[in-house]
């Protein structure tokens, strides 16, 4: 049975920090490339970051760059997010999802096609003070 169980959500405030988890069974996590994926209130599914299933390839939105960081420990079978700067923006819930083709994970999701085969049901973060 596929599962991606993500964790480590939360209430903030505008510049902390939070580093989110997404652990992955039931497949061969390091045959998958990754995704992460998020959904403010309201509104429709936006891609922020990708890595390929090696971690040695990493493709960000613009409107994250320089502010979060994706990794992956793959003898964890584990997903990583590392979120700074936190804006109030950034409020969503945030989703892991798993390809094998990295392509999927960060191309096709730039034009609203989200492909991949398997998805987390999320972990919440709000960005308020």
């Known amino acids: 049975q596929v599962q991606l169980v993500e964790s480590g959500g939360g209430l903030v405030q505008p510049g902390d920090s939070l580093r989110l988890s997404c652990a992955a069974s039931?497949?061969?996590?390091?045959?998958?490339?990754m995704s992460w994926v998020r959904q403010a209130p309201g509104k429709g599914l936006e891609w922020v970051l990708a890595?390929?299933?090696?971690?040695?390839?990493?493709t960000y939105a613009d409107s994250v760059k320089g502010r979060f960081t994706i990794s992956r420990d793959n003898a964890k079978n584990t997903l990583y997010l590392q979120m700074n700067s936190l804006k109030p923006e950034d409020t969503a819930v945030y989703h892991c999802?798993?390809?094998?083709?990295?392509?999927?994970?960060?191309?096709?999701?730039?034009?609203?096609?989200?492909?991949?085969?398997?998805w987390g049901k999320g972990t919440p973060v709000t960005v308020s003070s």
């Open positions: 999802a798993a390809d094998p083709s990295y392509l999927t994970c960060y191309y096709g999701v730039q034009y609203g096609e989200f492909g991949m085969d398997y």
């Open positions: 039931g497949f061969t996590f390091s045959s998958y490339a």
């Open positions: 890595i390929n299933s090696g971690g040695n390839s990493t």
